[in-house]
């Protein structure tokens, strides 16, 4: 089975950019989709970006457009999520999520989608 491997997260000033990665271990991404998800300190866990490895299809949440890309790299087989003019409130531990059940199956923004998951990687910014 795959496992997701976050890492690219620190500390960054606000309005600094920042590229996390998630790599596959075990096994390829290939027909999986994969999403970023993100938990502040005491709040719950959100949907930020996800992306289908077979045609590239993205979802993205509202709060994300415009500032977050989400994209994968066949040679690499990861999935970057590049993030740009960060605000305090995106401190968070951003995870990284792996389901392969099928794009029928397949609700980008619900956690229920996905079978794996990452360890995290924390991302601090600071006003």
């Known amino acids: 089975q795959v496992q997701p491997v976050e890492s690219g997260g620190g500390l960054v000033q606000t309005g600094g950019s920042l590229r996390l990665s998630c790599a596959a271990t075990?096994?390829?991404?290939?027909?999986?989709?994969v999403a970023w998800f993100r938990q502040p300190f005491g709040q719950e866990r959100e949907f930020v970006a996800a992306?289908?490895?077979?045609?590239?299809?993205?979802s993205y949440a509202d709060s994300a457009k415009g500032r977050f890309a989400i994209s994968r790299d066949n040679a690499k087989n990861t999935v970057d999520l590049q993030i740009n003019s960060l605000k305090p409130e995106g401190t968070a531990v951003y995870y990284c999520?792996?389901?392969?059940?099928?794009?029928?199956?397949?609700?980008?923004?619900?956690?229920?989608?996905?079978?794996?998951w990452g360890q995290g990687t924390q991302v601090t910014v600071s006003s």
């Open positions: 999520a792996v389901g392969c059940r099928g794009e029928s199956r397949w609700y980008p923004g619900s956690s229920a989608s996905y079978d794996h």
């Open positions: 075990g096994r390829t991404f290939r027909t999986c989709a």
């Open positions: 992306i289908t490895w077979s045609n590239g299809r993205t």
